[in-house]
RNA sequence: GGCGAUGUAGCUCAGUCGGUUAGAGCAACGGCUUCAUAAGCCGUGGGUCGUUGGUUCGAGUCCAAUCAUCGCUACCA
């Protein structure tokens, strides 16, 4: 009987932005499985591609004044070109924005109608008319239709729990322009989820295709009630591919990024002579996709729907990272811990993050850290010290000789590190690399404990001594070649130079089983540079170089000489949150910003995220806002400074009392949250033009 | 607040079906060695296994409660 074939997939990056050492937790995690089913003999291929659609390359095309076709495709080159550099060893790589998605979505699309899972009914949505736009759900307010809050988004009600559509809402209200909305019909198109419902609960449930913790998730949040209709259409303009069957709508991003797994397969079929059927609808082959957990959702539960929908063959297995942090926090451009792929490996060896990952990396879905200090050690003390250090204290005596003729006894150390090969490559095959790596550092240490015992240094200087030389050497040199091996999905540049030294290839884990005997050896040389902890920091400094080219001071000074140069601000932030439409004047004019004094800021201590202001308009105008930046700011350092705030703001009414206004700050949230300030010499009250 | 997890040596973690004095690596300390990329080997110290209660002849391991931390989610309008 024959395994299956494999199909492995690594999610597909966004064309909108450089890799980055968060990226590489995911491409490393499957490469290593990937090389790891290779050197078992498995069919197996690893397919990838670009992430090309949506509103912000659109965006951000238009900001660099150029097509999105050349936006995708410099980004292309850039992310292949990072991968490379981490021998991430991808079968085929390619993009979203291709004909064979363009036909893949088109197909799947039909079967998704056919199956009547398609809603193309005009809709009756929310209009802005001030705005001029159709509102997301997330853009009206009003109260809630079953237990009557007041103030609650368009999706679903934060008080009660339940879900409904925007037009339900009583007293809706824009927040764009604060308008009332008006009723008017669209034609948008959804996938009715809810009735591959009971397929889900049973696919999702099984304890076949996913983590647990998963399972329970999707269980607790989705599966237990009906779930919603998925909006997969965006209107015109938009880049991407155009319903066929709906002109001016286009699929929204997400229903053909993951199609983009099959497309980009079905390009290295075309390439390589192979039929897509063989590897998407078979049962000769088991699809494992790799994914990061943010994207849970979409490939736990709309991509199975739709594959089951369309008679594609289903995922095996979603396996589900967490997240990076470096020395424990979350990665922060301004703290130069968002290290792009490119700017690590101008200082440090792509195998150091490889095994540092595989360290660190298990079958949950735990966020792991990159502590540059373990980092350092950890790699110095195991690679170089243990494994390289191996070769490097024998390779050298018995250049001219070669391995010995038989292989000598040992007192079982290559038996047992042989039968320890079954073990690991079943850590290997749960994706439990860290438990991988310990048992691979065991060998290593008792290997190194051999040489001390039987000093081959001294076994050199007597003549009588030269076969017993020979001996010790063939041997640890096994031991080190058996290591390589364990590693080689981890470390493939080790494990070619282990090849290339003992002048056989190491080409399959079996490889590992059989000593090498009587046989020459290539002259020694230096396989691995040790990690200098100063390198690190210069990655370091690097990284923050690149993203904080404008300083603070510099923008608070008004006597700059030179004006900040605008090319070096990256266009991500605007691409992340793109323009809202055009407003007026008087759109602008309704908006009442007001200079305020912050005179006391208090915890909130049952609040996570927000802080307690009492702010001052001037006179005895003092009101209470309740604003989002705990994490961002102490409270001494809010009291008595000057902000703007939204003064004109319906007030609201939330869980530990009642807002009246809103602080205005830029920033993505957490701890980049930045208060806007006024230059000195305006007072609390004046309003802001 | 809801959901999910985690809490074992200074740090990172392992402890399988509950079964003798709880382990490893790194760090620290002492010694040995000098073949090797200031690498290696031996030894020492260090833990009331978050806390409390329960089940049991016996619990780091099972159950309950509790505290703490983390993640997702909600509250930032």
Redesign the pocket.
């Known amino acids: 009987m024959t395994l299956p074939n494999l199909l492995v997939t690594a999610a597909l990056p966004y064309a909108n932005g450089h890799i980055h050492l968060g990226h590489l937790v995911e491409y490393i995690q499957t490469d290593i499985w990937v090389r790891f089913q290779r050197l078992m003999g498995r069919r197996c291929i690893f397919i990838c591609a670009d992430d090309t659609h949506g509103t912000a390359i659109m965006i951000r095309a238009r900001q660099e004044g150029r097509s999105e076709a050349e936006v995708i495709a410099d980004m292309q080159s850039a992310h292949e070109r990072d991968f490379a550099g981490f021998d991430i060893s991808f079968d085929h790589y390619g993009s979203t924005n291709s004909p064979e998605n363009l036909e893949l979505c088109s197909q799947i699309w039909s079967s998704l109608r056919q199956a009547g899972l398609v809603v193309e009914d005009d809709v009756e949505q929310l209009f802005d008319p001030v705005a001029g736009t159709f509102l997301a759900d997330r853009f009206v307010k009003g109260t809630c239709p079953l237990c009557k809050t007041v103030?609650q988004?368009g999706d679903n009600c934060?008080k009660c729990g339940a879900t409904y559509s925007p037009t339900e809402l009583i007293n809706p209200t824009s927040?764009l322009s604060g308008a009332t909305p008006v009723k008017k019909t669209a034609k948008h198109l959804f996938v009715r989820l809810e009735a591959l419902h009971e397929f889900l609960d049973s696919w999702t449930q099984s304890g076949e295709h996913l983590q647990?913790?998963i399972a329970?998730?999707l269980k607790?949040?989705f599966l237990g009630n009906p779930l919603r209709d998925w909006d997969v259409s965006r209107p015109a303009p938009y880049f991407g591919f155009e319903i066929p069957d709906s002109p001016g709508n286009y699929w929204y991003v997400w229903f053909d990024a993951p199609i983009g797994y099959i497309a980009s397969t079905w390009q290295w079929c075309k390439k390589n002579n192979e039929k897509l059927a063989d590897w998407w609808h078979s049962d000769q082959t088991e699809i494992h996709h790799f994914i990061g957990?943010d994207i849970t959702y979409f490939h736990t539960l709309f991509w199975p729907g739709v594959l089951k929908s369309a008679g594609f063959s289903l995922p095996k297995f979603v396996h589900i990272h967490?997240?990076l942090t470096v020395d424990g926090e979350?990665m922060a451009k301004s703290k130069g811990t968002q290290v792009q792929a490119a700017t690590y490996l101008k200082h440090l060896d792509p195998q150091f993050l490889r095994y540092f990952y595989a360290s660190?990396l298990?079958p949950?879905l735990?966020?792991i850290?990159l502590?540059l200090t373990?980092f350092a050690?950890?790699v110095?003390?195991?690679l170089?010290?243990?494994v390289?250090?191996l070769a490097?204290?024998?390779a050298?005596?018995i250049e001219t000789v070669g391995l010995a003729p038989e292989y000598p006894h040992d007192g079982g150390l290559f038996v047992s590190a042989a039968a320890a090969g079954d073990k690991i490559a079943q850590a290997y095959e749960q994706v439990d690399y860290?438990?991988a790596m310990?048992m691979i550092?065991?060998i290593a240490?008792q290997a190194?404990?051999f040489?001390?015992n039987t000093?081959?240094?001294t076994l050199k200087k007597d003549p009588n001594q030269q076969v017993r030389l020979q001996e010790v050497c063939t041997i640890v040199l096994n031991l080190f070649r058996q290591l390589c091996v364990y590693l080689a999905p981890v470390l493939p540049k080790l494990a070619d130079q282990c090849g290339q030294l003992l002048q056989s290839p190491i080409q399959h884990w079996n490889d590992s089983q059989t000593p090498l005997v009587n046989s020459p050896i290539s002259k020694f040389e230096?396989?691995?540079?040790?990690l200098l902890p100063e390198k690190v920091q210069a990655m370091i400094d690097e990284s923050k170089v690149e993203s904080t080219p404008v300083e603070s001071e510099t923008l608070a000074s008004t006597t700059a000489d030179a004006p900040p140069a605008a090319s070096q601000d990256s266009g991500d932030a605007l691409a992340a949150e793109p323009m809202a439409p055009v407003c007026t004047i008087e759109d602008f004019t309704k908006v009442d910003l007001r200079v305020a004094r912050i005179v006391k800021a208090e915890e909130v201590p049952?609040?996570?995220?927000?802080v307690k202001l009492t702010v001052s308009l001037g006179g005895d105008n003092i009101r209470t806002?309740?604003?989002?930046?705990k994490a961002a700011y102490t409270l001494q350092q809010l009291e008595g400074r000057l902000v703007v705030i939204v003064a004109n703001?319906q007030p609201?009414q939330?869980?530990?009392g009642l807002?009246e206004g809103?602080?205005t700050a830029a920033g993505p949230?957490g701890t980049e949250v930045f208060l806007l300030g006024v230059d000195s010499g305006a007072v609390p009250g004046q309003r802001v033009h």
């Open positions: 103030d988004y934060s927040t647990s913790e329970n998730y607790g949040h957990k967490g997240f979350k660190k298990g949950r735990d966020d850290d502590n373990e050690n950890k110095n003390s195991d170089v010290g243990k390289v250090n490097s204290r024998t050298r005596f860290s438990r310990r550092m065991e240490d190194n404990a040489v001390e000093a081959p240094w230096h396989l691995l540079q040790r049952e609040a996570k995220k927000l806002v309740f604003a989002g930046i703001l609201r939330m869980k530990f807002s809103m602080v949230g």
